[in-house]
T-cell receptor, first 112, second 115 residues
Framework: EAGVTQFPSHSVIEKGQTVTLRCDPISGHDNLYWYRRVMGKEIKFLLHFVKESKQDESGMPNNRFLAERTGGTYSTLKVQPAELEDSGVYFC??????????FGSGTRLTVV | AQSVTQLDSQVPVFEEAPVELRCNYSSSVSVYLFWYVQYPNQGLQLLLKYLSGSTLVKGINGFEAEFNKSQTSFHLRKPSVHISDTAEYFCAVSEILRKTGKLIFGQGTTLQVKP
């Protein structure tokens, strides 16, 4: 079984640019989560999809972040425009409705 | 609201020695408890979880943890560590009745196993 796949693994962009992170969950997993770890801090919840619907987006930092999940399959997280404080590692995880997370390896985003 | 505190940011230990990674949590509601491990360049992997029942939980790779409700702790232990246990370890909680399954993480503890 393929795991949770995230693209790209690393991204370096300039302040003010746009970046799109992608997450491919395990096939059949209806739950999809985004988390972020800023340097030196704890991993924080961003949002949760059930299929294509946003179940909880209480952790989204501001309106520069836009998450979508097309047809209940893969998900994208767009940051526009990126700021220096957006740097960190963005993790995606998926789970079936019965629970049990599988995390991806993360995307390391550096904004310079 | 919940919060998780991992009391040590780094724990150096010699190979074959025992280790304990400490985790305390705060919550006004009942929670599930988890320990995850992250090896370099990999995603987080579940080590073990406490949902209910016996307070001593055994996980993968010889790790175990004990849930102590009165002290709101969930410390992770291993009686004899290997070099391959070098990684970052995360304690996390999830509110039992919350539909979203959202995890609240601690700051992480880096376990450095020396030969």
């Amino acid at each position: 079984e393929a795991g949770v796949t995230q693209f790209p693994s690393h991204s370096v962009i300039e302040k003010g640019q746009t970046v799109t992170l992608r997450c491919d969950p395990i096939s059949g997993h209806d739950n999809l989560y985004w988390y972020r770890r800023v340097m030196g801090k704890e991993i924080k919840f961003l949002l949760h999809f059930v299929k294509e619907s946003k179940q909880d987006e209480s952790g989204m930092p501001n309106n520069r972040f836009l998450a979508e999940r097309t047809g209940g399959t893969y998900s994208t997280l767009k940051v526009q425009p990126a700021e220096l404080e957006d740097s960190g590692v963005y993790f995606c995880a998926s789970s079936p409705l019965t629970g049990g997370y599988t995390f991806g390896s993360g995307t390391r985003l550096t904004v310079v | 609201a919940q919060s998780v505190t991992q009391l040590d940011s780094q724990v150096p230990v010699f190979e074959e020695a025992p280790v304990e990674l400490r985790c305390n949590y705060s919550s006004s509601v009942s929670v599930y408890l988890f320990w995850y491990v992250q090896y370099p360049n990999q995603g987080l992997q579940l080590l073990l979880k406490y949902l209910s029942g016996s307070t001593l939980v055994k996980g993968i790779n010889g790790f175990e943890a004990e849930f102590n409700k009165s002290q709101t702790s969930f410390h992770l232990r291993k009686p004899s560590v290997h070099i391959s246990d070098t990684a970052e370890y995360f304690c996390a909680v999830s509110e039992i009745l919350r539909k979203t399954g959202k995890l609240i993480f601690g700051q992480g503890t880096t376990l450095q196993v020396k030969p």
